[in-house]
């Protein structure tokens, strides 16, 4: 069984500010796999990015980048220059041995104000 | 199509009434998932079928939810006998293989609201 947890229900930003969201998790695992999903208003979740529970590089990917630390259980997400269009909620998942059974997060509800 | 399609998009049904609910996954993944997502929460897994077996219900709420994925392609979420609380959005999901960590990706999902 796994846990997500978003500490963070809202953030509020002005446009070109960059803006962290922070995630910890909890798993009995040894190996599983941490996910952030971006859901805009329309409804449909959007893949951003995963990482495997055997691989702690972070990498920057265009305006995104994480910071996974299994010391702390952590798999911070961070949006450089934000814009308007990041407008969304943030989720973070987790996925374990099984098939593909995602436990997620309550989400971080993202505002970015011109 | 290029991903997961779901219809309809928006259902409004009476107490007691019977959905049902489509999932068009991208075409060749092997596997299929059920989301529920009620207002303000994070989606809760349903269901999961491999091919057209239904490996895993664990998450259906009671006995009046029902899903099939008859041909291993095209799934239906079926919910009898509706109530209020089964007012949330449906997120149907596929992946290309069942294997653990493949990305899974995600359909707009079907609003349901029982009034």
Same mark, same amino acid.
């Given at each position: 069984a796994q846990k997500v947890t978003q500490a963070q229900t809202e953030i509020s930003v002005v446009e070109k500010e960059d803006v962290t969201l922070d995630c910890v998790y909890e798993t009995?695992?040894?190996?599983?796999?941490?996910?952030?999903?971006?859901q805009p208003p329309s409804g449909e979740l959007v893949f951003l990015i995963r990482r495997n529970s055997f691989d702690e590089q972070n990498e920057i990917s265009g305006r995104y980048s994480w910071n996974f630390q299994k010391s702390t259980s952590s798999f911070n997400f961070t949006i450089t220059a934000s814009q308007v269009v990041d407008s969304a909620v943030y989720f973070c998942v987790a996925g374990g041995t099984s098939y593909g059974k995602l436990t997620f997060g309550q989400g971080t509800i993202l505002t970015v104000h011109p | 199509g290029a991903g997961v399609s779901q219809s309809p998009r928006y259902k409004?049904? /009476?107490r007691g009434q019977d959905v049902a609910l489509r999932c068009d996954p991208i075409s060749g993944h092997v596997s299929l998932f059920w989301y529920q997502q009620a207002l303000g929460q994070g989606p809760e897994f349903l269901t999961y079928f491999q091919n057209e077996a239904q490996l895993d219900k664990s998450g259906l709420p009671s006995d009046r939810?029902?899903?099939?994925?008859?041909?291993?392609?095209?799934?239906?979420? /079926?919910?009898?006998r509706t109530q209020q609380e089964d007012s949330a959005v449906y997120l149907c999901a596929s992946s290309q293989r069942g294997r653990v960590g493949n990305t899974i990706y995600f359909g707009e999902g079907s609003w349901l609201t029982v009034v």
């Open positions: 009995r695992d040894t190996t599983y796999y941490l996910f952030w999903y971006k | 409004v049904a /009476k939810f029902f899903a099939e994925r008859p041909e291993g392609s095209v799934s239906t979420l /079926k919910i009898q």
